[in-house]
């Protein structure tokens, strides 16, 4: 991707304005990431707890800068086949069914064994071409004429060896294909790595990117995303409900409460009409906020002090 080709991450200041007209409500340690890994073309290694919009912050990238965002989600096993690319075996089958008819016609004027060779070997090498390639994900983001958004999902929950593959890509944005050669990104693409931290990942993965850890909001920027998100909310339910989700961030749950969990829960209560907390409505919509019903009876006995707590003037 060329500076001049996206005013859009000129500054930190546009990209703030930017994300926050997508309804990204950001930071300026994010935003500062952001142009410090488009300016110098290294990858974002962004890390943080579930929920806190690392996926999010990729997706809305693309939207700023108008390019296709290709994901690649990981997981245990994952390999080449379905992160890099493939062979279509199947035209790859009758490309060499189409051969086998039309030999006697292919090898028509040929006049010894070594003459036949080179006239099939011709057309072995159409075999393993770009032509039979199924690219995926990683190699898709190198072929994008204007360049991509690759966001390399959950990158924790993939293993070593794929951490490996991933090494020479982000280096120096190409790829080995034994069959073909090297293949260089056409346009350099912008990486999102998101980690939830379940694993370490390893020295080598981290150096080739920039570090951004992104942590659970304050509750005046959660106001900001709720109020962004959800205009239609009351200003003081807007902040109770704030408050509440903080609350149970604290507890010790199975789950925490996301950012997308508490942007839910605005909409379900301005749905119901409701212009403050109280025990009732909290209770009846508990599972918009909580998705284990063992943190629900957790919360339930604490439920009267924690409205008390959110809603004291």
């Not at 060499?96 to 006697?104: H, R």
């Not at 016609?105 to 060779?117: C, K, M, Y």
Request: proline share 4%; with cysteine; aromatic share 8%.
């Amino acid at each position: 991707m060329h500076n001049q080709d996206f005013p859009q991450l000129a500054s930190v200041e546009s990209i703030k304005e930017g994300f926050e007209s997508f309804g990204y409500i950001c930071s300026d340690k994010i935003a500062t990431a952001v142009f410090l890994a488009f300016q110098l073309r290294k990858p974002i290694l962004v890390e943080g707890p579930p929920g806190v919009g690392k996926t999010e912050l990729a997706k809305t990238t693309s939207q700023l800068l108008e390019t296709p965002l290709i994901r690649l989600q990981c997981y245990e096993g994952l390999d080449e086949a379905k992160a890099l690319y493939e062979w279509k075996y199947g035209k790859q089958l009758l490309y060499t069914q189409v051969l086998k008819e039309k030999l006697g016609d292919l090898l028509q004027g040929t006049h010894d064994l070594a003459e036949s060779v080179e006239r099939l070997h011709q057309f072995g090498d159409i075999f393993y071409s770009e032509e039979f390639l199924e690219p995926r994900p990683l190699l898709k983001a190198m072929q994008q004429e204007r360049g991509a958004i690759l966001l390399i999902d959950e990158v924790d929950k993939s293993d070593y060896e794929f951490e490996s593959l991933l090494l020479e890509i982000l280096s120096d944005y190409q790829i080995s294909i034994p069959e073909i050669g090297t293949v260089k990104a056409r346009t350099t693409p912008m990486v999102f790595l998101t980690s939830n931290n379940t694993r370490d990942l390893s020295d080598a993965l981290k150096r080739r990117c920039l570090h951004l850890y992104i942590p659970f909001p304050t509750v005046e920027l959660e106001e900001r995303i709720i109020r962004s998100r959800v205009p239609d909310v009351d200003e003081k339910l807007r902040h109770q409900l704030v408050e509440f989700v903080h609350s149970l961030r604290q507890m010790d749950l199975k789950k925490i409460p996301a950012i997308s969990e508490t942007i839910d829960w605005a909409r379900s209560l301005l749905l119901l009409h409701a212009d403050k907390l109280d025990e009732e409505l909290v209770r009846s919509t508990l599972n918009v906020l909580l998705k284990f019903e063992d943190d629900i009876d957790a919360t339930d006995s604490e439920l009267r002090q924690l409205i008390r707590d959110t809603t004291r003037d």
